[in-house]
């Protein structure tokens, strides 16, 4: 059934968005793992990864946290790149440099609580990311709370992993989550987010995991990409 659901969606979101933005077509697929090519193909053509200037994909380059900060503002925004412009010129992090091509995204990031620093006031934003920091990005997306849920302090990976399998975020991603995320395995986990994990809806501080008892719960896709199964 999740297979199903996921072609149907894939096929919904691609019909869809061809006439806004090119089917997700790479110089170098031939080198994409056959497992990640749906979720490259999504990705791309909801415009949250995209090739670099000569066409290519990378499949197996590592993502920086700036590329990650950048990736969660367009899924945020429904596709939509604006450069985050809005959200220049403030200081969030002293190692952000003012006009750096990602220093609206992880500003945007880390008013949400989306994204958090390394300790001492830095980012770190060329740092690799890992499948687990991944994770805790779109769980936040998705509405999850960090504070409630455990995210920061001690153990903060460890509740993330609980409620990302649990969501479905890791299904078919195959590295140790500790360890830097490629950027076909990333494609994985972002699918798998949007096409599977459900907004979280809280009442007070508990989070209500009963799907019938929520009005109108709806996947991450289909709150910041209206997608649908048909």
């Keep these: 059934m999740r297979t199903l659901k996921k072609v149907l969606a894939l096929t919904v979101a691609l019909a869809t968005l061809f006439s806004l933005t090119a089917f997700a077509a790479f110089t ?14 999504l990705l791309g053509a909801l415009n949250v990864m ?13 993502i ?9 503002y367009v899924i945020r925004n429904g596709g939509n790149d604006d450069k985050a412009a809005g959200w220049t010129g403030m200081t969030t992090f002293s190692d952000i440099t003012p006009g ?4 609206g995204y992880v500003n945007y990031c880390a008013s949400l609580g989306i994204i958090a620093g390394v300790g001492g006031g830095k980012f770190n934003p060329s ?39 649990s969501a479905g975020m890791f299904d078919g991603y195959s590295l140790a989550y ?17 096409l599977d994990a459900t907004m979280a809806v809280y009442i007070g501080d508990t989070r209500v995991d009963n799907s019938n008892l ?12 209206s997608l649908h199964v048909a």
């Excluded at 995209?50 to 590592?62: A, K, L, M, V, W």
């Excluded at 920086?64 to 969660?72: D, G």
């Design 28 to 41: 170098d697929e031939e080198s994409i793992n056959e497992n990640y090519v749906d979720a490259v193909n």
């Design 50 to 62: 995209t090739g670099d200037t000569e066409g290519t994909f990378r499949p197996n380059d590592t």
């Design 64 to 72: 920086s946290r700036a590329e990650a900060a950048k990736m969660i």
């Design 100 to 103: 750096i091509w990602y220093e």
């Design 127 to 165: 740092g690799a990311v890992t499948g687990v920091e991944l994770a805790k990005m779109m769980l936040v997306v998705a509405d999850y709370k960090p504070d409630i849920e455990g995210y920061t302090g001690a153990g903060w990976n460890l509740n993330v992993i609980r409620d990302a399998q």
């Design 178 to 194: 500790s360890a830097a995320a490629t950027r076909e395995q990333a494609a994985q986990l972002f699918s798998n987010a949007i």
């Design 214 to 225: 929520v009005s109108g719960n709806t996947t991450v896709g289909g709150k910041y990409f």
